[in-house]
C-alpha cells in the first residue's frame, strides 16, 4: 500500500467528513488522485478526480453539489470534504493515484496506486 487514506466515521445524515489522503515516502504531485468508494455488494464507484494541477475537478453524478475534492502539493495530500452526507453515501472510501496521468481519469482501471481504504457510515 502506497497511500494511506483516513477520516472515515459513522455521522448522522445531513452531516460533514472530511477524509485525507497522504503518500509517505513518494510523492504523486505531478499526477492525477481521485476517490473512490464501494458499498457492501456492490463495484467500486467513483467520487471524484483532481488533475495534476489542481485547476480540474470531476465528481460522480451523485455526489456533485456535495463533495470537494482538493490537493495540497507542498505536504502531498489529497483530501475530500463531504457535505449534507446521505445514508446511500456510506461505504468504503479510497483514495487513488495515476502515476502516468495528468488529466481527469474516471475508470478505477487507470489508477494504479491505492489506499487501503476508510469506512463511512451515515445513520441516523
Known amino acids: 500500500v502506497q497511500l494511506v487514506d483516513s477520516g472515515g466515521d459513522l455521522v448522522q445524515p445531513g452531516g460533514s467528513l472530511r477524509l485525507n489522503c497522504v503518500a509517505p515516502g513518494r510523492t504523486f504531485s505531478d499526477n492525477t488522485m481521485a476517490w473512490f468508494r464501494q458499498a457492501v455488494g456492490k463495484e467500486r464507484e467513483f467520487v471524484a478526480a483532481i488533475d495534476w494541477l489542481g485547476a480540474t475537478t470531476s465528481y460522480g453524478d451523485a455526489v456533485q453539489g456535495r463533495f470537494t475534492i482538493s490537493r495540497t502539493k507542498f505536504n502531498n495530500t489529497l483530501q475530500l470534504l463531504m457535505e449534507n452526507l446521505k445514508v446511500e453515501d456510506t461505504g468504503v472510501y479510497y483514495c487513488?493515484?495515476?502515476?502516468?496521468?495528468?488529466?481527469?481519469?474516471?475508470?478505477?482501471?487507470?489508477?494504479?496506486?491505492w489506499g487501503q481504504g476508510t469506512q463511512v457510515t451515515v445513520s441516523a
Open positions: 487513488a493515484a495515476c502515476s502516468i496521468c495528468v488529466s481527469i481519469q474516471r475508470s478505477p482501471r487507470q489508477f494504479d496506486h
